[in-house]
């Protein structure tokens, strides 16, 4: 079954622990077109935490409309650690929600910004600071897209869970926002 239908996949999980928060979200992607938003939204109840998507295919959309540093997309191309962490970034200030998820990455069939086919970076941003991670997935196009869903929603999920729990910002591998993720990056990185 899909990971965009109820009761498959992260989403009806991460739309009870938004509920129980009181948290709202919304998807800033790139190479899913709107499957995280879809994902979300086919769980009964959505419509009290999330907040919207946008679609932003075009790296012009990614800077303009989420804020993503012009900079960066030209020295690092539209699939990068980095412009997931801004697109989660930017989607929470645009739609004005708690949590932001992102996409961006290569669904195929050809390799894209000089990277492979399944190369393929997923963020989540919220009070816990910003989670990110770079898959290197197989499979055909929509194979790829549907495990990029499971993992923007997976990451979000773990993010919620760490709240829910008590963890606290950033003690379990997620990044305070306006820090790097790692120590070799600058400030500007994120």
Do not use: F
Not at 52 to 70: C, I, M, T, W
Not at 121 to 127: I, K, Q
């Amino acid at each position: 079954m899909p990971a965009t239908t109820a009761g498959a996949g992260p989403a009806p999980a991460v739309v009870g622990l938004l509920r129980r928060l009181g948290l709202t979200i919304g998807t800033a992607e790139s190479l899913t077109g709107g499957l995280v938003c879809a994902a979300l939204t086919s769980v009964p109840g959505a419509s009290a935490v999330v907040r919207g998507g946008v679609v932003a295919y075009a790296s012009e959309v990614k800077a303009q409309v989420l804020h993503v540093d012009r900079d960066v997309l030209d020295r690092e191309g539209a699939v990068s650690a980095v412009v997931a962490a801004q697109l989660a970034q930017g989607v929470r200030s645009v739609l004005t929600c708690d949590v932001g998820v992102s996409t961006t990455g290569v669904a195929g069939p050809e390799p894209a910004d000089g990277r492979p086919v399944g190369t393929v970076h997923v963020a989540a941003a919220g009070p816990w600071g910003i989670l990110g991670e770079a898959l290197a997935l197989t499979g055909d196009r929509e194979q790829i897209r549907a495990a990029s869903v499971h993992a923007a929603l997976g990451l979000v999920a773990r993010g919620l869970e760490n709240l829910r729990d008590g963890v606290g910002r950033a003690g379990y591998g997620g990044v305070e926002p306006g820090r790097p993720a790692h120590p070799d990056e600058g400030e500007e990185a994120l």
